[in-house]
């Protein structure tokens, strides 16, 4: 096959270009991975999408229902509800953990003594194993654990709840916990972007009579959009599809107002062995990823074109 | 417009590196005043604390009378044009040269109108809503001048803003930003490594080297005067010839000894306590003639002609005046300004293009030398020699 043909190319007068060569051997080294990831990733994901419209318990025959499944999402405020928590989740999450990665960035970006140790200070929680570090909150935010504890030595008695226990503050917990786990991610990305914006130009501007603020705001955050479009896009995937955390940290309660798309799902499929809802459940959950995370590209790139 | 007084400035880092010693330079009120030297010299690192982007250690910065050494650089109205001009790559042409008066708070209308003039004045408005990738080097050089020039500054500081341009725009701007500064009447602090920049574009060159400053003076000062070998050697390309002497008593007269050659160099008490002494003489190679050229007696040199290099309308011809003259070399200078020595023999004589030189040994005149202390490379006395 490919051995005889580099053989014959070498010898004079033989038609085999080498650049043919060159492009046509990694292609058919490739194609046993192409194929796996294609049974693996895309026929399995169309599959799961066929399940969406049947009725399936995993042991027997799937029915075709249509669009029941669909419909029992949006109609029912278990599922409704989850799909409502999962946006809320990732847009405060989103919102969060970029802001303080942002802030974080711009921090250990300037001259300071203990920087090294400082970023990698805040990058360790991204190599922690999530559903450990969830558990380590769980403690941290029990009703009798050092949080309440803090706050009522402090003499703020008022704000001490069940932060994980109380459903009108348990998804904003389960939200802290997540953005503590991840802005040490988004800020090595947003300085990474900052170390691409020459010192001239804030150097400039700083001539040229900007304040800190100013500066910052006209020159470093304008320059700053490719990174927030990674950042934002992969925190947006991040939040909408979060589940250990909020597993490991309340499994959807109280009264399911933690529930997300991605527990229920679980839920659906594992525990109650509603496969097919489960499927249809995915199916929304990757409907809405795609939806947001494509909206987002297309404002972030138009954002970014302006600014460049 | 302002003037600046560096009195005893200096940087030194955390390391321990002196970037610049006390530096003493009075900038007067509308000059233009070029810092040059070899790269590392300071010259930079002066610039940037006049604009108060880098801290200074020692000594104190004024600027119209106002000790400015722990000013904000926003609060100093001085304008920089940096190397790569720094333009914000987001912003159009209009923006960047609008941003220094929107920190002002300049009104939108007068903002306006104070861009169109000077985009007018520096031939930008076909590209006033383009951004700065789309332009040319030496557009990207105009809409940074524009950006310094809109806000009236009290001065501009300029960091080799000339460097990343081809050569023939070079010439181009190098006059353009001349004009501009006498007709503004700014004090202006330029600083460039290339000296035939600091000749042309300064009113006085202040020239450096490891941090201190070794001559102010205008550009003919600084040429036919040079205070020490290594300012000397800096200024005029190619450079000037700096030979290992003798002063030796002759009769009534002096006469140098260069290798085993000897030339009458007149009287002057200046050198009368270097006879008997190790000289460095200097000579520009436009003041070493063919000797047919240079009628009657006077300062001559043998030599054998080695090569001649055509530049219209001269020539540069590699004389050679024998292995024991000992050369300096004049590119590679000790860390106290002194050259390291070379035995070659070896210097350049500039002539018109039109002379033919015939090969073997000539005699070649003297007109003016340069005589330095070769301790410390201090000029001693220059000697113009009669040609008569």
Known sequence: MTAPQRLDAEKPGVAVPAKTLRTRVPLW????????????HYVATVAGGWYAFTTWDGLSDPVFIGLDNFIEIFSSPKSYGALI????????????????????????????????????????????NPLATSYIWSYLLAATGPINIVLGALGLHGLQKVWLGDPSVALMSVCLVMIWQYSGLT?????????????????????????????????SLPLLMPAA????TYTTITGLRVFDQVYALTRGGPNYSTETLATSIFKETFVYGRFGYGAALATVLTALILLISLVQILLLRLSDRRFQ | MVQINF???????????DAVRSLNIDVRDGEFLVMVGPSGCGKTTALRMVAGLESITGGELVAGNRVINNLAPRDRNFAMVFQNYALYPHMTIFENIAFPLECEGVAKAEIKKRVEH????????????????????????RVAMGRAVIRRPHAFLMDEPLSNLDAKLRVQMRSEITQLQHDLGTTTLYVTHDQVEAMTMGDRIAVMNKGVLQQVGTPLEIYERPLNMFVAAFVGSPSINLLSARLERTGDGVICVVGEQRFGIGATPELEAWIDRGIVFGVRPEDVSLRSDAAGKGATLKAEFVLSEMVPPEQLVHLDLGADVVVAATEEFDGDGTPRNLQNGKIIARIPSEYAISPGTGEWAIRKGHFFDPANGALIASVRFDLN
């Open chain 2, 118 to 141: 000077v985009v007018g004045m520096l031939d930008l408005e076909p590209h006033l809503y383009r951004k700065p990738k789309s332009l040319s080097g030496g557009q990207r050089q």
């Open chain 1, 229 to 232: 479009t990674v950042s934002i």
């Open chain 1, 187 to 219: 800020m090595v990305l947003y300085l990474s972007g900052l170390q691409t914006i020459p010192v001239e130009l804030n150097e400039a501007a700083e001539v040229d009579g900007a304040s800190a603020w100013r500066r910052f705001r006209k020159i």
């Open chain 1, 85 to 128: 928590n999962t946006v809320v989740l990732a847009f405060v999450f989103v919102a969060g953990v970029n802001l303080i990665g942002l802030a974080l960035a711009v921090w250990l970006n300037a001259n300071l003594k203990l920087r090294g140790f400082l970023r990698a200070l805040f990058f360790a929680t991204v190599v922690m």
């Open chain 1, 29 to 40: 080294w490739a194609i046993p991975g192409i194929t796996l990831a294609f049974l693996y």
């Open chain 2, 7 to 17: 009195k005893d400035v200096a940087k030194r880092y955390a390391d321990g590196t």
